[in-house]
Every structure is written in C-alpha cells, then in structure tokens.
C-alpha cells in the first residue's frame, strides 16, 4: 500500500520525490563499543526537492535498532556496579535536512550522487539485566556524508544502494552514538 501512494505522488512531483529504504547499519566508535553487532532492523525516509538541474535539498528521517545479547558482565554507571546477563539496546533516530548532487555523467541508466546532512540524532540506549534496566536518551549533534547510485527506470520508481555515515558527537548525556549505513530502496521521482 505504501508502495502505491509513493509512486503516484513521485510521479506527479516533478520537481520532488520520496525515498524509503532498509538500512543496514554497522556500529562505529562509542557505539561499537556497546554494541558490536550488525543492525538489520530499521527503516529510512526522504523527501527530496530539486532546486537546481542537478541539485536536491530535503528532510530525512528513519529508525535503526542496534541490539546484543552480551552475555554476563558488569555494568559500571557512575558509582554505581550492576552485574548479570546483560541485553543491550540503542534505538537511533536521525532527523537531517541535507543537500545531493547528481553529477551529468550520459550514462541513461545509472546516476552516482553524492550527499551531506546536518541535523540532530535521538538515541535511546538501554541495557537490561532481567528485572533491572538502565536507560540514557540523548539528543546529539549530527553530520552525515553520503554516496550512491540510483538506477533509473521509465517508471520513476527507481532502485537506489547508498551509503551514509551518521556522525554523532558527544552530549552531556551520552558518548556520540555514530554508525555506518548501507541503504537499498527505492526512489519515487522522475530524477
């Protein structure tokens, strides 16, 4: 059904177009340090408006959900120390406005683009130890730089793979949650 209602108003969006996308996203830095392992659970939105020939600016949003069973371990916040079989979480929501560029290359079919965003990343990180739960939300500062290509088709609904980081800095609640992302989905757009 989502499907549907993109592509037709991809198609009569001339100068716009929507994105979805299932991100596949791999911790770095601090929140690797938490959680190791692989995301492939979430999910990524854009809406894209073209201002120049070969120029978008847009809003993006998207969930991604790290999680790990780390086993048992000892959990130190502040002063305290909690131990146990601990089940790590951290939900990332990334709110961007961005900027892409679609370089003219000839080539009918695939089109390479390039990108940055700036905007804020919620993270919620909580570790579980059976009836206990520690949890920290934060706020954070966030860049991300991107590259890709989209492979066109006559229908505007065009197949894309990406590949964004999400460039999180620190907080007073929380370490900066960054995390590599590799996206496949479609675009809605005439672009």
């Known amino acids: 059904m989502a499907l549907i209602v993109f592509s037709s108003l991809g198609a009569r969006a001339q100068n716009g177009g929507f994105t979805v996308s299932y991100p596949i996203g791999f911790p770095m830095g601090n929140l690797h340090d938490y ?21 978008t600016v847009g809003l993006e949003t998207g969930w991604n ?7 048992e371990q000892e ?3 502040q002063t305290a120390t909690v131990s146990g079989k601990q089940y790590r979480y951290t939900n990332s929501v990334p709110i961007l406005i961005g900027a892409k560029y679609h ?10 683009y390039v990108g940055a ?20 939300e934060a706020w954070q500062f966030c860049i991300r730089p991107e590259a890709g290509l ?12 990406g590949v964004k980081y999400y460039w999180a800095f620190n907080s007073d609640d929380l370490d900066g949650q960054s ?13």
Do not use: H, M
């Open 35 to 55: 959680i190791s392992k692989t995301s492939f659970r979430g999910i990524s939105f854009e809406f894209n408006k073209k201002v120049k020939p070969q120029v």
């Open 65 to 71: 959900v790290f999680y790990e069973n780390a086993g």
């Open 75 to 77: 959990y130190k916040d």
């Open 103 to 112: 370089p003219q290359t000839g080539n009918q079919v695939i089109a390479p």
């Open 117 to 136: 965003g700036l905007g804020t990343l919620y993270s919620n990180r909580t570790t579980d130890f059976g009836l206990y739960e520690i949890t920290n």
């Open 150 to 161: 989209i492979f066109k088709t006559a229908s505007g609904v065009n197949p894309f793979v």
């Open 179 to 191: 995390f590599l992302s590799l996206n496949v989905g479609l675009k809605f757009s005439p672009f």
